[in-house]
């Protein structure tokens, strides 16, 4: 059983477009973390929130608690876009993290 | 500037070497983690640290084995390196639970193991 899972796995937009990525989680958590790694790069922090909604440039991250549900959204995508988006919540045992496995998008110009 | 920094960012070595990738953060934060990443796995814990002479295992330590002797440090050895060790490794670090900090992670080491 995966304590986190995304969606979608994969996905492919145009340039300009609205995504929209979604996790569910299954453990109750202080905070959410969403993670930005390129390819072949590092692995960054874009968000990390615990109610309501973030906004960063044009990233958007919200989160229900209620529902253990949170979705990341990205406005007019663009090709630099391109990363895989992961998803992190705390375990609650010694600061350890439950990860999701990734939602890999590709912006095609 | 502050931040986490491993080293070397890749490394190809023989099976049956030892190994050591390096870390080094100057937040002063509390917990340390090593991860690997595969295909198909996504992250994985190998060890972690909440402090400086306190480590644990994660999900998957077997064939390493790691040192915090000073806060800022937090070296992985890989005692004798199998080719299954081939991954990317990544050191992060975040401030004590209650704080709710973010999870800053390295730049990365890919180790290919022959």
């Known amino acids: 059983k995966n304590e986190v899972e995304q969606s979608p796995q994969n996905l492919t937009a145009q340039e300009g477009e609205f995504i929209t990525i979604n996790c569910s989680y299954s453990?109750?958590?202080?905070?959410l973390h969403w993670l930005q790694q390129h390819p072949g790069g590092g692995i960054v922090s874009l968000f990390m929130l615990s109610s309501g909604k973030k906004k960063h440039g044009r990233l958007i991250a919200t989160i229900n608690i209620q529902e253990k549900h949170s979705s990341l959204h990205i406005t007019a995508s663009h090709p630099r876009d391109s990363a895989v988006y992961i998803c992190a919540v705390p375990s609650g045992v010694g600061n350890q993290f439950y990860f999701g496995t990734g939602t890999s998008l590709t912006v095609i110009p | 500037d502050a931040g986490i920094t491993q080293s070397p960012r890749y490394k190809i070595t023989e099976t049956g070497r030892q190994v050591t990738l390096m870390c080094h953060q100057t937040?002063?934060?509390?917990?340390m983690f090593w991860y690997r990443q595969d295909l198909g796995h996504g992250l994985r814990l190998i060890y972690y640290?909440?402090?400086?002479?306190?480590?644990d295992k994660g999900e998957v330590p077997d064939g390493y084995v790691v040192s915090r002797s000073k806060t800022e440090n937090f070296p992985l050895t890989l005692e004798s390196a199998t080719r299954s060790q081939t991954s990317v490794y990544f050191c992060?670090?975040?401030?004590?639970?209650?704080?709710?900090?973010?999870?800053?992670f390295g730049n990365g080491t890919r180790l290919t193991v022959t």
């Open positions: 640290s909440a402090a400086a002479d306190i480590t």
């Open positions: 453990v109750g958590i202080s905070a």
């Open positions: 992060a670090s975040s401030g004590d639970i209650g704080d709710n900090s973010p999870l800053h």
């Open positions: 937040w002063s934060h509390s917990y």
